[in-house]
């Protein structure tokens, strides 16, 4: 008891004044608890073994009381040193309960403390409580700044708190920082080696660094949660004793709000793997005490509930002698204080060990324990482990290392890799003396060196040579295998071609056959049909080569310029269908449905109809009308759909293969020759050809010249012949309208004036065959020379040099004419351009529809027209155009063709015509010739070359007879080439005509004389053409020159230099050219005048001679 007492006294202030730290004396005081408590239950075990004894009770009872008055004075002390420690450290705020919260009634039990209190300090607390649960009010805030030194928050601190949201607000701020980016190429390779982590990326957890990709998934992240110190520990959880868990405290209540003596600490200690397969985990066994541990004195027979419970004795000493107080643990308590089983070598070797063994001569010694303790550490994943074990000895046998100390560890992490199996890096990496082992592996020969050197080099020289032969025959195979696909591939085309070129041979016969058919039937019915009904289909395309296409700017607008073939319909029996390149403007619409009207049809458009392709702005703009047509279904079907039931035939433009397909298509024969024949007569030499079957007289010259040389070596052998020509005239075979002309004068040659003079000298040597080739070549090597200095070219546009020019000529084909030399005398045009418009009739006859005077340029730009011609020989022309005209026919050409001719005065004063050129089609005087027809109701005599309308009977009084007679009066027109003026564009339809009718520019129906409008394009494409009708030709010109002025003083002079139209770019030029014709037409009508007024005199002089007699 004394000593009870003196430790009850006086223990802890002893303790105190040692000097030990708080936390030392706490410990010590919870130690002591913790003996009392062990001691009480001991007693508790006795008094119930011999409850039968009464003295041996009553000391039992003294002793528990003396321990109990002990335990509680410790309690109170250990209380007191703790609220020491925390009160010299800091003041806290009393705990603050959920008072609130409701409770029953019965477990409400009011504390020692409140029980003293007084009702006054019973409210005073539950104030001060309020204020602290609710510190809101001023009051409080004044309690919590007087008690607790808690100031009351300003405005500005409260509104700038971080992370506070504002109520009724977004925050638009990120949250949380951005984590680090995977880059790219890692993200779009799984098996991309991993980042480099920084310390700032660990930093953030191990969630952003799976999150991020940071650390793959297939990365085992047990190692991070196992090693100390970590954040989570797996392992055995270690619980205070079975019979301490379910011991009930008295409740105690301090000061400080809760009872501190109560509170059992965690017991610390190193996390261990557990075998949960071994452990039950039923919650039945927490509740029973767990069986006492075997010493193994014990026998089998003895009964398990006398294990144990032996006899036990108890020495109870005097109060005051504690030293001298031992008390006698009986064997079953000792169980109870028994702490853990020390551990043995092998589990600490397990846990502590670095697991480094060693791999001798390749061969690793498996019976050291730091190896047997790496294999029971890593028992269960082996498999792996062993593999990358053997591969390491395979590599250190190659090389003969005589020993290397492994890292087990890294050899466990190595073995865990399995999207890509280890790389000898890899496991180079694992040695602990990798700089040695690494010094005789990357020594040459290294491998070669050891016992086995001999098998290792036979290896290598084996793999090698195997190599070289397994390359050398798959370089072979792969020759052999590309020779076979290139000859499979070779074949396999030549087979398709082949096939292709059979069926597409089979589709042209097929068209081709189905094409005579058409024509054999249209010439078999052409009488027939032209006395009855039909259908003229217009399709005015121009199925040119495509290079020529697309150097036409306007070539649309020019496929487009014979709108007036809509005049075919002035006959009774005649319905058209005109094909458009595109949809026509409404004012043209307008404009030539108001012209149809003169023939005396209140509704013409319903014998005429427009169409134009529904493809049309698909296609490219050069693409020919027969072309786009022919890809456009709906169009055909329209076609087809009008002249159902009907005859019908086709008057196309220039004939190409695209023109003979639409023809098949729409099951209608074709007014025009194959496209071959075209081709062949259309051209410039193969025009030639014609005029020498029709024996007309064609200039000197020559043609099919395909090189440089044969043209050079013609043009000299020409000049030599023909000394009198001074200018030479380039054709291309395939080129029209003057594109394709070019000329030399001779005048730039010197070597020209020279055999003149040689000729002149003595004609004898002249004829000499020697000097007529030294002659030859001597020009031949001046042309090489001068032809690309001195040539030009009539479209620098198309050919800006000689030698683009020669390239075309020499590629495409042409022919060298002379120009005639002008007549001695002059006056007048120097040379006249006669053309005369056949139409080769599909069953032989051949007739002419009109004769002009083509107008051209210096430069040979095409211009206009006048009709009719009177610049040759009415008969020799007329003959000889029905013989190129029968020669077409031979040949199977049929349809619109037009004959140009040049008439002159020769040397001797004789008059000469020669052929210069066929053109298969209808030319754009054909198509103004039938507009003019139409707006004059008149008709063509053919054998006096007029044009004639009927007029008013008039009184001719004669010496023998007087009557009336109908007097029928002629009439003449002049045509200019649709021209492009821009500001055309800025006029509006009915405002540009209101002028005209103002200024006297327009079309008398009763006198059947003025000016006619040919409208290719609306107004926006400024674009116009003009015909005027007049009673001379003298006077024709005259108003196409006054509509020209005309529309220069409406519209402005046209100062553009825009190649818009193709030949004629110029609105000047053709008015130029069209003056010059008036004056020459002056100067030939007043030669004219003297010549019969000459006539006139000497008629009157024989009168007189006669009278005299």
Known sequence: GGALERLRGGGVPRMAATGHHAEDVGKILMAVQGDLRSLRADIAAVASAESGAGSSSRQVAA???????????????????????????????????????????????????????????????????????????????????????????????AQKRPGAKVKGTLLKNKTAPSGTILPGSMRQDPAAPPPRLSAKDVGRGLEQLVQRGLIPKYVDLTPAFVKTPAPVLCGQVPI???????????????????????????????????AMQSRTHTTQS?????????????????????????????????????????????????TDEEVATPRDYNTLLDEFSLHQFIIRRGKTLSTTPEFESFHRKHARG?????????????????????????????????????????????????????????????????????????????????????????????????????????????????????????VVENRIAARKEHFANLSSKLSSGWALMQRRKRVVVHIPSMSREEAQRMSMHD????????????????????????????????????????????????????????????????????????????????????????CRGKDAYIIPGVVGPDDLKVAC????????????????????????????????????????????????????????????????????????????????????????????????????????????NAAVNKVMEELVRVLPKRAETAHKDLFPSWEAYLETFTRVGG??????????????????????????????????????????????????????????????????????????????IVGYISVDFISFVDADGKDKLWAVDLNIGMHDTAASFELFRFITSGHYDAGSGEFFVEGEPENHEDEDEEALVPDSSARCYSVCDPLYHPNVATVQYNVFFNLCRLKGVHFDLQEKEGTAFMLVDSFAGGVLGMLCVARDRLRGLKMLSEGLDFVQLQLGISRSNSEKLLPVGQFRSCVREVRKHIEAENVRASAVDAIREQEAQQEMHRQFQAQTM
């Open 665 to 772: 298509l729409l099951d209608m024969p074709l007014l025009g020759p194959e496209p071959q024949v075209a081709a062949v007569y259309g051209s410039k030499s193969g025009s030639k050809r014609i005029f020498s079957m029709a024996e007309v007289n064609t200039p000197p010259g020559a043609y099919d010249l395909y090189s440089e040389h044969e043209t050079i070596h013609s043009l000299a052998r020409l000049i030599f012949q023909r000394l009198d020509i001074q200018r030479w005239l380039f054709k291309i075979d395939d080129e029209f309208l003057g594109r394709g002309h070019a000329w030399l004068d001779v005048s730039h040659l010197q070597c020209h004036a020279a055999l003149v003079r040689e000729k002149s000298r003595s004609a004898h040597i002249w004829l000499d065959p020697g000097k007529q």
């Open 382 to 502: 082996w498999g792996p482990i062993q593999d990358t074990v053997t591969a390491l000895e395979k590599l250190l046998e190659t090389h003969e290392v005589a020993i290397a100390y492994v890292d087990g560890n890294k050899i466990s992490q190595l073995a865990q890799m399995e999207h890509r199996a280890p790389t000898n890096d890899d496991l180079l990496d694992c040695l602990v003396n990798l700089d040695q082992i690494l010094a005789q592996i990357k020594l040459p020969g290294s491998r070669y060196k050891g016992s086995h050197r001999d098998r290792n080099a036979s290896l290598a020289l084996q793999s090698v040579y195997r190599g070289h032969l397994c390359r050398r025959a798959f370089r072979n195979s792969m020759l052999r295998f590309r020779a076979a696909l290139i000859i499979q591939r070779m074949w396999k085309t030549i087979t398709t071609a082949r096939t292709t070129e059979r």
């Open 240 to 274: 205070h004793a079975w019979q301490e868990q379910f011991v009930k405290q008295e409740p105690y209540t301090n000061s400080l709000g809760f009872n501190l003596s109560g509170i059992k600490m965690d017991m610390i200690s190193r996390a261990e793997p557990v």
């Open 63 to 157: 002793l528990q009381r003396i321990v109990d008055r002990a335990e509680t004075d410790i309690r109170l002390k250990t209380e007191a040193v703790l609220q020491s420690a925390l009160n010299d450290q800091y003041t806290t705020l009393p705990a603050i309960r959920e008072m609130k919260r409701s409770r029953p009634a019965t477990q409400v039990r009011p504390s020692t403390a409140q029980t003293r209190m007084t009702a006054k300090e019973q409210n005073s607390a539950r104030r001060q409580m309020d204020m602290l649960l609710k510190p809101t009010t001023a009051t409080a805030r004044s309690f919590l700044q007087e008690r607790f030194g808690v100031a009351a928050p300003t405005s500005d601190q």
């Open 286 to 334: 927490m509740r029973h005490a767990p069986p006492s541990r075997s010493t193994g004195k014990e026998t089998a027979g003895t009964p398990a509930e006398v294990k144990g419970a032996g006899p036990r004795t108890i020495n109870i000493v005097a109060p005051g002698d504690l030293d001298a107080m031992n008390l006698k643990h009986v064997e079953g308590a000792a």
């Open 815 to 892: 022919v060298i004419e002379a120009v005639p030399a002008p007549p001695p005398q002059g006056g007048g045009p120097d040379i006249q351009s006669p053309s005369v418009n056949l139409v080769v009739q599909p069953h032989g006859e051949i007739t002419i529809q009109s004769t002009h005077d083509h107008m051209f340029t210096s430069d040979y730009h095409y211009v206009g027209a006048t009709f009719p011609q009177q610049s040759a020989n009415r008969e020799a022309l007329h003959g000889a155009a029905l013989a190129v005209g029968l020669a077409c026919y031979n040949k199977g």
């Open 555 to 642: 070539f649309a607008v020019r496929q487009n310029s014979q709108l007036s073939r809509l005049t075919w319909l002035s006959s009774a029996d005649v319905e058209v269908i005109y094909v458009a390149q595109f949809p026509l403007a409404p004012d043209v619409l307008q404009y030539y449905s108001k012209l149809l009207q003169i023939s005396g049809h209140e509704r013409p458009e319903d014998r005429f109809k427009i169409v134009f392709p529904e493809n049309y702005d698909r296609f490219p703009s050069h693409f020919s009308l027969a072309t786009v047509l022919a890809y456009s279904p709906r169009c055909l079907k329209r076609i087809q759909n009008f």
